[in-house]
């Protein structure tokens, strides 16, 4: 039978693992990959001369003329760096701030409707996401006391608070899935895949990244974590009441044996609680003595 410690230890695995990779996820900018053939562009420019005078100071400055990988904080250069853009170096590749979390007032002032619908579905998946994070840390404390105590109480709490916090990462990347399909057929101004030219769009290619598999991976091992601690609890439990009726069973003994030696022992010798045949056999011994003294007689 699978026992409580397999699974608090399974649960622990999974969780810490899913700790991890959501913290990766969150913290690196290949969520959405965009190459942009650039070569292909300035083959069209020089095809078309009236193209290249009206895009080229775009096609230098502006971030959608170039291959670009997403995060949820950051947009980062993998090749080419759009020029004075104010980029900063994390991990060895050029990045800028999204700045999408509290836009300018300058632009909220002309938002459309659809637009604040993405703002907010962006805020509420970044705020999903990171409670998520803090509920992971919580349950972690609550998990190690409730492991050392081999309390119930405790083992549930940390199974739910693990199931909140992975619903929560889920709703975070059901938001940041909204901002997607928004940007992508929803919005039609800067800089958004609408307004686009259609030399871009023809040279421009759209990928999910890493980071967003690690952080559905992650997701999924969180899930994992609470559905072991589930089975935790639940093996705690019957090994409790195992335990209990195992001592119920020591205090039954002895009463057992009595009604068992007396009925072995028809002469009430059954005193002796413990030894269950002991009785038996002083039978035969008081037998055999009166049957020597009979003999001896
Ligand atoms: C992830 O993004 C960084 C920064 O843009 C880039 O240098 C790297 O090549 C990307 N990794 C993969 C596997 O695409």
């Not at 649960?11 to 690196?28: D, E, K, N, P």
Request: glycine share 8%.
């Amino acid at each position: 039978m699978l026992s409580s410690p397999l699974f608090l230890s399974l649960a622990s695995v999974f969780t810490l693992l899913g700790l991890a990779l959501v913290s990766i996820a969150i913290s690196t900018d290949n969520w959405t990959e965009v190459q942009v053939n650039r070569r292909e562009i300035i083959n069209a420019f020089k095809r078309e001369p009236e193209l290249s005078l009206r895009l080229q100071n775009a096609f230098g400055h502006n971030i959608i003329y170039f291959s670009r990988n997403y995060g949820l904080f950051h947009t980062c250069f993998p090749d080419t760096v759009p020029q004075e853009i104010g980029s900063f170096s994390k991990f060895s590749s050029p990045c800028i701030w999204n700045n999408e979390f509290n836009p300018p007032e300058a632009k909220k002032d002309h938002f459309s409707t659809p637009e604040w619908y993405r703002l907010y579905a962006y805020r509420s998946s970044i705020i999903c996401y990171g409670a998520g994070i803090i509920v992971v840390v919580l349950s972690l404390i609550t998990g190690i006391l409730g492991c050392w105590n081999r309390s119930k109480k405790l083992i549930i709490t940390t199974a739910v608070l693990l199931l909140i916090a992975s619903l929560a990462m889920c709703l975070a990347m059901m938001g940041w899935h909204y901002v997607a399909y928004s940007e992508r057929y929803l919005l039609d101004m800067e800089p958004y895949y609408k307004s686009w030219e259609s030399v871009l769009k023809i040279t421009s290619r759209h990928n999910y990244g890493w980071s967003y598999i690690v952080s559905w991976i992650g997701i999924a091992f969180l899930m994992l974590g609470s559905i072991f601690m589930f089975w935790a609890y639940v093996a705690v439990k019957r090994e409790e009441e195992m335990a209990l009726s195992a001592k119920h069973g020591a205090y039954l003994m002895p009463n057992y044996y009595d009604k068992g030696a007396g009925a072995i022992v028809p002469y009430g010798y059954g005193t002796y609680a413990g030894y269950g045949t002991y009785p038996y056999y002083n039978q035969y011994n008081t037998a055999g003595y009166y049957g020597y003294m009979t003999y001896g007689r």
